[in-house]
């Protein structure tokens, strides 16, 4: 083909408007997902040792770009309202972190929770899993945090994974984010605030209607 690709409306009007691509050239392709069932979010908790607990979840590469700091920094008020919530971390750290800055990332958020005192609440699931495994990690999250700390995020693949198993999503307001969580199929909360991140997860966690009816408006979107 001729054309460029592109996976979000932004980068279709950065290329017409910035570098002066005609509208024609360019085809917009939602970023692919793997089909996956919509399922209740207890089905699989047992497997993983976390049956009874309210599970929030971010997967992919670590990395400071990712922003796993704001989520640590609100657990403590999210627990006040919901001790039994359980924050599970998964992936590898980015190869290009770990070959530059080694597992620093890793080790200050490990050395947060600690300091925080909230080492019986968070998971570090260092592993790169396969789509399956990664499928029922998703399975069991009753929310999906993104809280990404920077806005020029054009694509995904976390978040679009995440919609595409009906999570009730909460994002920073991430260009992607903004886009894809439009409609009321997700939450977004201002970047680096853990304060309005743990208000909204204690929000969602409250409301089991408003909580399902963001989750069917993800999937059934994607």
């Known amino acids: 083909s001729d054309k460029l690709v592109v996976m979000s409306?932004?980068?279709?009007?950065?290329?017409?408007?910035?570098?002066?691509v005609p509208r024609?050239?360019?085809?917009?392709?939602?970023?692919?997902?793997p089909d996956m069932p919509f399922i209740d979010s207890s089905f699989n908790k047992d497997k993983f040792d976390v049956e009874g607990k309210k599970v929030l979840l971010t997967f992919g590469l670590l990395s400071p770009s990712k922003g796993i700091e704001t989520v640590l920094q609100a657990l403590p008020a999210v627990l006040e309202k919901h001790p039994d919530?359980?924050?599970?971390?998964?992936?590898?750290?980015?190869?290009?972190?770990?070959?530059?800055?080694?597992?620093?990332?890793?080790?200050?958020?490990?050395?947060?929770?600690?300091k925080l005192?909230?080492?019986?609440?968070?998971?570090?699931?260092?592993?790169?899993?396969?789509?399956r495994e990664l499928g029922e990690f998703l399975g069991i999250a009753d929310l999906y945090i993104s809280p990404y700390p920077e806005e020029a995020q054009i694509t995904s693949g976390t978040l679009a994974y995440a919609m595409g198993t009906?999570?009730?999503?909460?994002?920073?307001?991430?260009?992607?984010?903004?886009?894809?969580?439009?409609?009321?199929?997700?939450?977004?909360?201002?970047?680096k605030n853990p304060n309005a991140l743990a208000e909204q997860i204690n929000a969602l966690l409250d409301n089991d209607s408003q909580r399902h009816a963001m989750?069917?408006?993800?999937?059934?979107?994607?």
Do not use: C
């Not at 919530?85 to 947060?112: C, F």
């Not at 968070?122 to 396969?130: E, L, P, T, W």
């Open 166 to 191: 009906g999570k009730a999503i909460i994002s920073t307001p991430y260009w992607y984010a903004v886009e894809m969580l439009d409609k009321g199929r997700g939450i977004i909360v201002p970047f």
């Open 117 to 131: 005192g909230i080492s019986r609440n968070v998971i570090f699931q260092n592993s790169f899993v396969a789509l």
């Open 9 to 20: 409306h932004k980068a279709e009007a950065f290329l017409e408007e910035i570098y002066k």
């Open 215 to 222: 989750r069917k408006k993800a999937y059934t979107f994607t």
């Open 24 to 33: 024609e050239k360019i085809a917009f392709i939602h970023h692919g997902i």
């Open 85 to 114: 919530v359980v924050y599970i971390v998964l992936g590898r750290t980015h190869p290009h972190v770990l070959k530059s800055q080694g597992e620093a990332y890793r080790i200050m958020l490990q050395q947060m929770v600690h």
